[in-house]
């Protein structure tokens, strides 16, 4: 058996958001025809995760979801949370002023819908229309906090998400893990959470090691897979030092990489 863990946005699906008849055709043909159980690893919640899967058949060859960069770890097949991992609540408050002081929104999100205070804010649309998700409007964010969350998400343009980051990392960083998954989108997770290290958890409960995993992303938040994976593979719309840091760089999202790489990595 082998692992496969896919990046979504920029690797998977196109920049229009279509998951290409050629990706999916190799994705298919990789679990159908060489035993390999696919993992979902990206940044966006539970629920924009659904149509891809189905639209893969990830629950039925025994694949996994991974979303919030590995806050969660979910069997497919079952729903079974096989691992979770949240921020604490006090730090909701701290990591909210910040993104004030820096005057970018933050977001975050229920089952059903995106929480923000701004309505119209030309970020957080960018989310609505990635994760399919509406937005509902907020009079407090830190108010309408009423669970532990696994991830907030700070929006805005890259002059302000880099101070923005350093901050966090300076003022926060024994507590909240930081980094950008564009260069509009800054995560904001439990310390120690990323792609990385919930894939080493379930090689761990699953018996497997690295050697068994290839890992295919284009952005900051899949450096870590990419480096523990045997065979971690970069896009070729990644940003150079990533492909620099990668085992196999592959085609772009815009020539069905993800199809190319399985081509010259898996179907030999």
Known sequence: M???????????????HVLTEGVRSALLRAQRDYDTRIILAS???TPALGALAEALQIADYGGYLMPFNGGKIIDAATGHVLSSQLLDDDLIPEVYALTQEFGVNILTYTEECILSEQENDPYAEKEVVLTGMPLRK????VGAVDERLPKCLAVGPLEKLIPLEAAIKERLGDRVGAFRSSDYFLELVPLGVN???ALARLLGVLGMTPQDLIAIGDNYNDLEMIELAGTGVAMGNAPEDIQRRADFVTRSNAEDGVA???EQLLFV
């Open 195 to 197: 792609k990385g290290s």
């Open 43 to 45: 940044g966006r919640p």
């Open 2 to 16: 082998k692992l496969l863990a896919l990046d979504i946005d920029g690797t998977l699906i196109t920049k229009e």
């Open 260 to 262: 190319y790489a399985l």
């Open 138 to 141: 907020v009079s407090s964010f």
